[in-house]
C-alpha cells in the first residue's frame, strides 16, 4: 500500500478506488474492473433478502452452512473422476490404460482457478444467487456436453465439455459459495468457510460410489447425464438458502485499531500535558490540540477505517507471499491424493519387492483420507478464529515440514501404518488451508476484495495440480526409464526432498506475511533492517552505522538513543557505537502498544492540521 494513500485516509473514510479515465482503453477498463468490488442492492432486493426459498421463509444465518455444504458436495464430484479414467479409455481406444482421460480432471482443476480469477470482480459486485445460478448452469452444461462427447466418442470434445466448461462453472460456483457463507459469521469465518469447504471433499468420497453405481446400470454417456442432472436439482434447491447479509452486518473496510486502544480524550489530554517527554506529546502538546474540544470529539468517537481496493490488494507483497504459502501447503497432498492408491500398491502392496496385500485396501485408505481431508477443512478454521490466521497457517506449514523430513525414512524401514499416519497428518493441513484461506483474505484485504483475492489465489490450485503433478510423474518416470524398480524408495525420496524445500519456502513466506493493518504500517526505527510478527510478537533486526566515538550526527539518532535507554543515554550509545553489529529485538506486547499508540498520535495530528483552515 502506498504510505501517502495510508497517511491521508488513517482517520477517514476514504475508498482507494480510483475513477474511470476518461479514454477508456482495453488496459483503463481491466483496471478499473478489478477496482471497483462492493456490492449495492437496491432498497428492494434488501427487503427481499429478509426472506429465502422463495420468499416462504424468514432468512436465518445458520441457514447458509447446511446449503452451502451441500452446494459444496455436489461441486465435489469433481474429485471422484479418476472412477471414469478406465472406462472412458476403454470406450475411446479400446484401452483402459492408455486414452488421456485422465488429462481432462487437470484441465477442469486448472480452469477453476483461472475463472475465480477472471471473474472474482463479478462475483463480488453481484447477489451470490446471481453467481451461484450461473455456476450451477454452466457446471451442468459441461456434464451435457460430456456425455455428447462419449456418444460421439470425441475426445477433443470431452476435453472441451467437462475440462473447460465444468471447470469454468465450478469456479464460479465453488468461490461464490464459500465467500457468501463465510460473510454471514465475521466473527468465525474461518469455521464457518471451513464448513463449506467440507462438503468439496465429502462430494469427492460419496461420488466415488455414486459413480460406480452408475456405471454398473447405464451406459457412460447416460451416467453424465444423470449425474450432472442430480447435480442440478440438489445446487438448485439449495441456493435458495444463500442470500448476502444485510447492509452493515460485516465491518466495510479495514479497522485500523481496536475499540480499545483509541485514545480517549482525557488520557490524550493529560498525555499531551504532562509527557512533554515523548515524541507525541510534544507534538500535540505544540500543535495545541489538548485544547482543541473537535480534535478530541474526533480521536474519542470515530473508529479509523482503512479502505483497500482489489487493485492495491493484488499489488501488495503480502498478497503474493500468501500465494506462496498456500500453494507450498498444498501441493503435497494434491499428489498424493491423486496417486497414493499406486504408491501403496509399490511400497506395500502386490508390486513391492515383497509382494503382499496391504494392510489396508487402497480404496479404504483413500477414503479415511478424504475424511480425514474434511476434517481439516473445518477444525483448521476454527482453530484460526481461536489464535489467529497467521499463527495457525505457520502451524500446518511447519507440521507438513515434520512430514516430510520423516517420510524418506519410514517408507524404507517398509512401515506402512508410519507412512499413512504422516500421510493423513498432512492431509489435515492440506484441508485446513483450503478451510481459513477465504477468511485469512478477508481479514487482510476487506470483506468486500474476498472472492476476488480468492479466486485469485486458487489458482495456486491450479498450478499445484498440474504442475505439482507432472514433476512427481516426471522424477517417477525418469528413474525407471532409467533402469529402477517402481518399489525402490529412492525416486520417492527425490520427490519429498523437493516438496519439503518447497514447504520450507512457503514457511519462510508465511513469516514475512503482514497479516493485520498494524504491522503494515507498524513505525520503523531509522536503523531497522527487517521486521516480521513471529506468532503474535514483533521481531525486528536492527543494526547501527554510527562512527566511533562520535556524538549523534542528527536529532533523529539522539532521539532514538534516548528513547532506548533514558536513563543513561550516554552509555548506550558509546555501547553502540563500540560494537557496530546487528541487534535483534523481540517487543513485548507493552512496548508495541506504546510504538503504535505514538503512531497513531502523530497521524491524527498530521490529519487535524491538513483540516485545519488558513489563517
Known amino acids: 500500500m502506498r504510505q501517502t494513500a495510508q497517511d491521508s485516509m488513517l482517520f477517514s473514510r476514504i475508498s482507494l478506488q480510483g475513477n474511470a479515465p476518461s479514454a477508456r482503453g482495453f488496459k483503463d477498463m481491466v483496471l478499473e474492473y478489478y477496482s471497483h468490488t462492493e456490492y449495492r442492492p437496491s432498497r428492494a432486493q434488501i427487503e427481499k433478502d429478509r426472506f429465502v426459498f422463495f420468499g416462504l421463509l424468514p432468512c436465518r444465518p445458520w441457514m447458509a452452512i447446511p446449503a452451502g455444504i451441500l452446494i459444496q458436495f455436489c461441486y465435489g464430484s469433481v474429485y471422484a473422476w479418476s472412477v471414469?479414467?478406465?472406462?472412458?479409455?476403454?470406450?475411446?481406444?479400446?484401452?483402459?490404460?492408455?486414452?488421456?482421460?485422465e488429462v481432462t480432471?487437470?484441465?477442469?482443476?486448472?480452469?477453476?482457478?483461472?475463472?475465480?480469477?477472471?471473474?472474482?470482480?463479478?462475483?463480488?459486485?453481484?447477489?451470490?444467487?446471481?453467481?451461484?445460478?450461473?455456476?450451477?448452469?454452466?457446471?451442468?452444461?459441461?456434464?451435457?456436453?460430456?456425455?455428447?462427447?462419449?456418444?460421439?466418442?470425441?475426445?477433443?470434445?470431452?476435453?472441451?465439455?467437462?475440462?473447460?466448461?465444468?471447470?469454468?462453472?465450478?469456479?464460479?460456483?465453488?468461490?461464490?459459495?464459500?465467500?457468501?457463507?463465510?460473510?454471514?459469521?465475521?466473527?468465525?469465518r474461518g469455521t464457518a468457510a471451513g464448513c463449506a469447504v467440507m462438503g468439496f471433499g465429502g462430494g469427492s468420497l460419496a461420488f466415488s460410489a455414486i459413480n460406480e453405481?452408475?456405471?454398473?446400470?447405464?451406459?457412460?454417456?447416460?451416467?453424465?447425464?444423470?449425474?450432472?442432472?442430480?447435480?442440478?436439482?440438489?445446487?438448485?434447491?439449495c441456493i435458495q438458502f444463500i442470500c448476502p447479509p444485510p447492509p452493515g452486518h460485516n465491518q466495510d473496510g479495514i479497522p485500523m485499531v481496536d475499540e480499545a486502544d483509541i485514545p480517549q480524550p482525557k488520557s490524550m489530554g493529560a498525555a499531551a500535558g504532562a509527557d512533554s517527554g515523548t515524541k507525541g506529546g510534544s507534538e500535540l502538546a505544540s500543535a495545541g490540540i489538548d485544547k482543541n474540544p473537535r480534535y478530541l470529539a474526533i480521536l474519542g468517537s470515530e473508529r479509523p477505517i482503512l479502505y483497500i481496493s482489489l487493485a492495491e490488494a493484488l499489488r501488495s507483497r503480502d498478497f503474493w507471499l500468501l500465494y506462496m504459502s498456500f500453494l507450498a501447503n498444498i501441493v503435497f497432498c494434491l499428489v498424493i491424493l491423486s496417486n497414493l492408491p499406486k504408491i501403496i500398491n509399490r511400497l506395500f502392496g502386490?508390486?513391492?519387492?515383497?509382494?503382499?496385500?496391504?494392510?489396508?485396501?487402497?480404496?479404504?485408505?483413500?477414503?479415511?483420507?478424504?475424511?480425514?481431508?474434511?476434517?481439516?477443512?473445518?477444525?483448521?478454521?476454527?482453530?484460526?478464529?481461536?489464535?489467529?490466521?497467521?499463527?495457525?497457517?505457520?502451524?500446518?506449514?511447519?507440521?507438513?515440514?515434520?512430514?516430510?523430513?520423516?517420510?524418506?525414512?519410514?517408507?524404507?524401514?517398509?512401515?506402512?501404518?508410519?507412512?499413512?499416519?504422516?500421510?493423513?497428518?498432512?492431509?489435515?493441513?492440506?484441508?485446513?488451508?483450503?478451510?481459513?484461506?477465504?477468511?485469512?483474505?478477508?481479514?487482510?484485504?476487506?470483506?468486500?476484495?474476498?472472492?476476488?483475492?480468492?479466486?485469485?489465489?486458487?489458482?495456486?490450485?491450479?498450478?499445484?495440480?498440474?504442475?505439482?503433478?507432472?514433476?512427481?510423474?516426471?522424477?517417477?518416470?525418469?528413474?525407471?526409464?532409467?533402469?529402477?524398480?517402481?518399489?525402490?524408495?529412492?525416486?520417492?525420496?527425490?520427490?519429498?526432498?523437493w516438496m519439503l524445500i518447497l514447504v520450507i519456502v512457503g514457511?519462510?513466506?508465511?513469516?514475512?506475511?503482514?497479516?493485520?493493518?498494524?504491522?503494515?504500517?507498524?513505525?520503523?526505527?531509522?536503523?531497522?533492517?527487517?521486521?516480521?510478527?513471529?506468532?503474535?510478537?514483533?521481531?525486528?533486526?536492527?543494526?547501527?552505522?554510527?562512527?566511533?566515538?562520535?556524538?549523534?550526527?542528527?536529532?533523529?539518532?539522539?532521539?532514538?538513543?534516548?528513547?532506548?535507554?533514558?536513563?543513561?543515554?550516554?552509555s548506550f550509545l558509546q555501547h553502540r557505537i563500540r560494537r557496530r553489529q546487528l541487534r535483534c529485538e523481540l517487543l513485548t506486547k507493552e512496548q508495541e502498544q506504546v510504538e503504535w499508540e505514538e503512531y497513531l498520535v502523530l497521524r491524527a495530528v498530521q490529519h487535524r492540521l491538513m483540516k485545519e483552515p488558513d489563517v
Open 350 to 497: 502386490m508390486g513391492s519387492r515383497d509382494p503382499q496385500e496391504p494392510p489396508l485396501p487402497a480404496y479404504l485408505a483413500v477414503s479415511i483420507e478424504g475424511g480425514f481431508n474434511m476434517a481439516g477443512r473445518v477444525l483448521v478454521g476454527l482453530l484460526s478464529d481461536i489464535v489467529g490466521r497467521k499463527t495457525t497457517f505457520l502451524m500446518i506449514l511447519l507440521t507438513q515440514v515434520g512430514v516430510l523430513v520423516c517420510m524418506p525414512f519410514v517408507i524404507q524401514s517398509e512401515n506402512f501404518w508410519g507412512f499413512m499416519t504422516l500421510v493423513w497428518t498432512a492431509t489435515v493441513c492440506y484441508g485446513g488451508g483450503f478451510g481459513m484461506i477465504p477468511a485469512f483474505i478477508a481479514d487482510m484485504f476487506g470483506i468486500n476484495n474476498t472472492s476476488s483475492c480468492h479466486g485469485v489465489i486458487l489458482t495456486a490450485w491450479s498450478l499445484a495440480s498440474i504442475c505439482g503433478g507432472l514433476a512427481f510423474t516426471g522424477v517417477i518416470n525418469h528413474y525407471i526409464d532409467n533402469g529402477s524398480m517402481p518399489y525402490e524408495t529412492k525416486m520417492y525420496t527425490v520427490n519429498f526432498v
Open 105 to 188: 480432471f487437470y484441465i477442469a482443476l486448472g480452469v477453476l482457478g483461472f475463472t475465480g480469477a477472471l471473474f472474482g470482480p463479478w462475483i463480488e459486485c453481484s447477489h451470490p444467487q446471481k453467481s451461484g445460478i450461473v455456476g450451477l448452469v454452466v457446471f451442468f452444461s459441461g456434464h451435457l456436453t460430456a456425455a455428447l462427447a462419449l456418444q460421439v466418442r470425441m475426445i477433443s470434445l470431452l476435453y472441451f465439455g467437462y475440462g473447460f466448461v465444468a471447470g469454468v462453472g465450478l469456479g464460479i460456483g465453488y468461490v461464490s459459495t464459500i465467500d457468501a457463507v463465510s460473510k454471514w459469521w465475521p466473527k468465525a
Open 213 to 237: 453405481e452408475l456405471l454398473e446400470n447405464v451406459s457412460l454417456p447416460v451416467t453424465f447425464l444423470v449425474l450432472g442432472s442430480i447435480n442440478l436439482i440438489i445446487m438448485f434447491f
Open 507 to 570: 514457511f519462510v513466506c508465511c513469516l514475512f506475511v503482514r497479516s493485520s493493518i498494524r504491522d503494515r504500517l507498524f513505525p520503523a526505527p531509522p536503523d531497522q533492517v527487517l521486521r516480521m510478527r513471529v506468532f503474535g510478537r514483533v521481531f525486528r533486526v536492527l543494526y547501527s552505522v554510527w562512527h566511533e566515538n562520535a556524538p549523534p550526527s542528527t536529532p533523529l539518532e539522539s532521539d532514538y538513543a534516548t528513547a532506548q535507554n533514558t536513563d543513561n543515554s550516554a
Open 84 to 101: 471414469f479414467n478406465a472406462p472412458i479409455n476403454k470406450l475411446l481406444t479400446d484401452n483402459a490404460d492408455q486414452g488421456g482421460a
